[in-house]
C-alpha cells in the first residue's frame, strides 16, 4: 500500500522526466549511443540510471497545475539537453572523422568504405580505423564515468524540464564546429604533405623516364608511405583527441551550469 502511495502525480511526472533525460543520454553521447548496444538494454540501463538517480531529482515548479502541454515541452526541454550536451562531444570525434575521410582519399581508399558501428553509416577505412581507436581512448580515461558523472550533477544544478540553450553554449557550439575542421585538417595534414610531396617526385619521374609506370608503381609507394606516417603520429593523434575530449568536458559544467 506503501508502494502505491508513493506513486503519486508528483513522483510520477518527475520519474518520467528523469528517465527522458538519461535516455537522452543513451542516443546522442558517444559510446552510449553506440549501434550495436541492442536498445533492449540501452532502455533498461537508462530506467536503472532513473531509479539511482531519483532521489537526486527535484520535481519541476508548478508540478500541481502541470498540464499535458507543457509536460511534452518539459520532454523535449531533455531532449535538448541531451542533444546539446551530445553535439559537443561528438564534435572531437567528428574531427577524427574528417580526417580520416581526408586521409583515404588520398591514399586511394575512398571507394573502400565499411559500416562505422557507432553511427552505423559507411565511412572509409581509414576513418573507422581511427574512430575505433579514439574510442579505445575515451574508454581508457573514463570518458563514460565522467559522462555519468555530468548526468548526476546537471539534476543539482538544472531542474527537470527547465534547460534552454543560452547564448553561451550556442556560440561554443558554432565555435566547435570550426574547430572540427580546422584539427581534422590538421591531424591529416602530415600525410597530405607527403603525398603532395611524393606526387611532385613522381611527376619529374615521368618527364624524365616516360616510361615510369605511375599507376603501378606510385599508387603503392604513396599507400606505403600514408601507412608509415600514419603508423609514427598515431600517438600524436590520441594525444590530441585527449586533450581536446578533456577541454570539452572541463568546459561543460560551465556552460550548463
Known amino acids: 500500500m506503501e508502494f502505491v502511495n508513493y506513486l503519486g502525480q508528483n513522483n510520477v511526472i518527475t520519474f518520467f522526466l528523469l528517465f527522458v533525460r538519461t535516455g537522452a543520454l543513451m542516443i546522442f553521447f558517444p559510446f552510449f549511443s553506440h ?4 536498445i ?30 507543457y509536460l511534452v515541452l518539459e520532454a523535449l526541454s531533455e531532449l535538448m539537453f541531451g542533444i546539446c550536451a551530445g553535439v559537443l562531444l561528438m564534435l572531437v570525434f ?9 586521409i583515404s582519399m588520398i591514399m586511394g581508399f575512398s571507394m573502400a ?6 553511427s552505423g553509416v559507411n565511412t572509409p577505412l581509414i576513418s ?26 546537471s539534476l543539482e544544478f538544472i531542474p527537470l524540464g527547465g534547460f534552454y540553450p543560452d547564448q553561451n553554449l550556442v ?8 574547430n ?9 595534414f602530415p600525410i597530405l604533405a607527403l603525398s603532395l610531396l611524393a606526387d611532385l617526385i613522381f611527376g619529374m619521374l615521368m618527364k624524365t623516364m616516360p616510361q615510369f609506370n605511375l599507376l603501378v608503381v606510385g599508387f603503392p609507394i604513396k599507400i606505403a608511405i600514408a601507412f608509415m606516417v600514419l603508423t609514427a603520429i598515431i600517438s600524436a593523434i590520441i594525444k590530441l583527441f585527449t586533450t581536446l575530449m578533456m577541454q570539452v568536458l572541463n568546459d561543460m559544467p560551465g556552460l550548463f551550469f
Not at 549501434?35 to 541492442?38: N, S
Not at 540510471?49 to 502541454?69: G, K, M, W
Request: proline letters at 7%.
Open 35 to 38: 549501434t550495436q548496444i541492442p
Open 40 to 69: 533492449i538494454i540501452k532502455t533498461a540501463l537508462a530506467f536503472m540510471l532513473s531509479i539511482f538517480l531519483f532521489p537526486l531529482a527535484s520535481p519541476p515548479p508548478n508540478l500541481a497545475d502541470l498540464q499535458i502541454v
Open 94 to 102: 567528428g574531427a577524427l572523422q574528417l580526417a580520416g575521410e581526408q
Open 113 to 118: 568504405s565499411v559500416i562505422d558501428p557507432q
Open 128 to 153: 573507422n580505423i581511427l574512430n575505433f581507436i579514439v574510442l579505445l581512448a575515451f574508454l581508457l580515461f573514463d570518458g563514460h564515468h565522467i559522462v555519468l558523472q555530468f548526468i548526476a550533477y
Open 171 to 178: 556560440k561554443y557550439m558554432a565555435k566547435g564546429v570550426m
Open 180 to 188: 572540427l575542421f580546422l584539427f581534422g585538417f590538421i591531424i591529416s
